[in-house]
């Protein structure tokens, strides 16, 4: 429901004019936003949380615009036939959608009475949510609105930067503590298991929400008849025991900085908000398009009938049926509808679904005669490993995913980088990668790679390759690619012993099939790893 361009606390500003308008509201995300969305295990109150940020900075901005600015009675025809500079308007919206919320006041009263109503309505009824407002003035001239709207999001960060941390009150006298957040808690609320337990305001806030966040969720991705969305990480299709991991996925369009600078350059007020306007609703087309792209494929895999009561399998894949006989699909939207997606899945699926995606961005863009892509990091964890640290870890291979496009792609396109942990251990993402990848023959680890460029070993297409080679030709060799796994660790000497005791050749790979190492790169862990946390959702044949 919101842009994953937000990450801590909500913060909504505005542009306030001494005597003419305001450009007013985009929100940001930082520490404190992640937390609200991502910090609990249980997947009920990430979708409540998610869908009261989505409410707070859309529908509820929409409604607090209309007691604000009552002249104007603003609806959505203001957004195309109706303009603040020659209507009479009191306010008007420039665009909103995927996070983002922005408007022009005529009258700084009007700007200061959106500003308290929003406010306490978030207090109200998204406790925990925290809204901080910055203003400044702009005079309509006919030209400038995109600079003033640049120039108003680096004095929001440079007052962000100075605010102090809060630190709530935890509780007086005899309380009894909420489980999710340590706060006190003032509800009780009951689990899909029956049990009943005492919450705070705001995860009773998060907990009401969740179902409003299925029902809309419903119907922006429809999950088709005889299937439906699962309200708990237990649901997303995993299988008991090794094998219960689930993938949180963050994508992230590339360039849309540099793109939304460019449209503000040296345009007329008016050009501008039609141009930022058709942006933001392309780009909100663009990732719900490819995120029920995904969602499609992965349902067109279902079809396979019911292996044993109570579930259908797909490949490798188990799936509960809920109390009306629907599917529960494994995937989970958290955070759509911009240029940032985030989704939660099986573990084994993560990295299919997320290349789905992304080709699926492209391809929608060019479609739109827009040079769009988007890179994607893949977090596979256990089910129960804490979902604020999986999604943070998302977040950083996403950035490594952008780094390395940065640096190696010339004619743009997509990237994508994945770290899997079985165990409970975390630590910034280098360090891990430095600990289990870094070995005295060198890199273990290809990450990040390419989307598409097939051939290069550093991309996608080439690691699933392998790993289906691997998967196809290696499936009763369980001990023998244990034991490379081992010999790729030590190095060259080691794997070439290997090949020579178990007479087995590697598949082919241009200048790493004699050793499995070249310029101090091992270009056969990735796939190996991959081997038994991988399921491949489009058909493809493994080369030799």
């Given amino acids: 429901p919101v842009t994953a361009a937000v990450l801590a606390n909500l913060y909504v500003l505005f542009c306030f004019p001494s005597c003419h308008f305001i450009p007013s509201c985009r929100p940001f995300i930082s520490f404190c936003l992640r937390q609200y969305i991502f910090g609990s295990n249980r997947l009920k109150e990430n979708i409540g949380a998610s869908y009261l940020v989505k409410q707070a900075t859309e529908d509820w901005a929409f409604e607090t615009l209309k007691l604000a600015a009552p002249k104007n009675n603003v609806d959505s025809s203001d957004l195309v036939d109706r303009k603040i500079e020659t209507d009479g308007l009191d306010a008007e919206i420039l665009y909103a959608g995927g996070g983002n919320f922005v408007a022009l006041f005529r009258y700084a009263e009007s700007a200061k009475a959106f500003t308290r109503t929003l406010s306490k ?17 702009f005079v309509w001239t006919g030209t400038g609105l995109g600079e003033a709207v640049g120039q108003l999001l680096q004095n929001m960060k440079k007052e962000r930067s100075r605010k102090a941390a809060s630190s709530p ?10 489980q999710s957040t340590t706060l006190p808690a003032v509800e009780v609320v009951r689990d899909p298991d029956g049990r009943e337990r005492y919450v705070s305001a705001e995860v009773y806030a998060k907990h009401y929400a969740a179902d409003q966040a299925n029902d809309w969720l419903r119907r922006e991705l429809p999950p088709g008849n005889g299937y439906d969305y699962p309200l708990d990480l237990d649901d997303l299709g995993r299988s008991i025991g090794e094998r219960s991991y689930i993938a949180v996925v963050h994508a992230d369009g590339n360039g849309m900085g540099q793109i939304i600078r460019a449209i503000g350059e040296e345009r007329d007020n008016r050009a501008y908000i039609s141009e930022i306007r058709q942006f933001s609703e392309q780009v909100k087309a663009i990732s719900t398009t490819s995120m029920m792209a995904a969602i499609e494929l992965l349902r067109q895999k279902t079809l396979k009938g019911t292996s044993i009561p109570g579930t259908r399998t797909v490949s490798a894949l188990e799936f509960s049926l809920d109390d009306n006989n629907n599917l529960r699909l494994p995937i989970r939207p958290i955070v759509f509808g911009g240029d940032d997606t985030t989704f939660v899945c099986d573990g084994r699926i993560g990295l299919s679904l997320a290349v789905e995606y992304l080709r699926t961005f492209e391809t929608e863009a060019q479609k739109q005669e827009m040079n769009l892509s988007a890179c ?35 004619e743009g396109g997509g990237a994508l980088d994945w770290h899997f942990t079985s165990g409970g251990l975390y630590d910034e993402l280098e360090a891990m990668r430095k600990r289990e990848y870094h070995v005295s023959a060198g890199n273990l680890t290809l990450r990040p790679v390419s989307l598409d460029n097939e051939g290069d070993v550093r991309s996608w297409a080439e690691i699933e390759r392998l790993t289906i080679a691997f998967q196809q030709d290696w499936a009763d060799k369980r001990n023998k690619a244990k034991a490379l796994r081992d010999a790729l660790r030590e190095g060259q000497d080691a794997v070439m012993r290997f090949m020579n005791i178990y007479e087995q050749q590697l598949p082919k790979l241009p200048d790493f099939e004699q050793t499995g190492w070249h310029d101090r790169q091992c270009g056969y862990f990735d796939a190996l790893e991959l081997m038994d946390i991988h399921i491949p959702l489009r058909e493809k044949e493994a080369q030799p």
Avoid at 121 to 137: N, S, W
Avoid at 376 to 401: M, N, T, W
């Fill in 121 to 137: 309505r978030v207090l109200i009824d998204a406790p925990g949510l925290r809204l901080d407002i910055h203003q400044e003035p």
């Fill in 376 to 410: 994607a990091g893949i977090a596979i964890v256990k089910s129960h490993y804490p979902f604020a640290r999986a999604y943070q870890l998302s977040e950083s291979l996403c950035d490594e995913a952008k780094k390395f496009r940065r640096e190696n792609f010339k």
């Fill in 169 to 178: 009150l935890m509780g007086l006298g005899v309380t009894v503590m909420c």
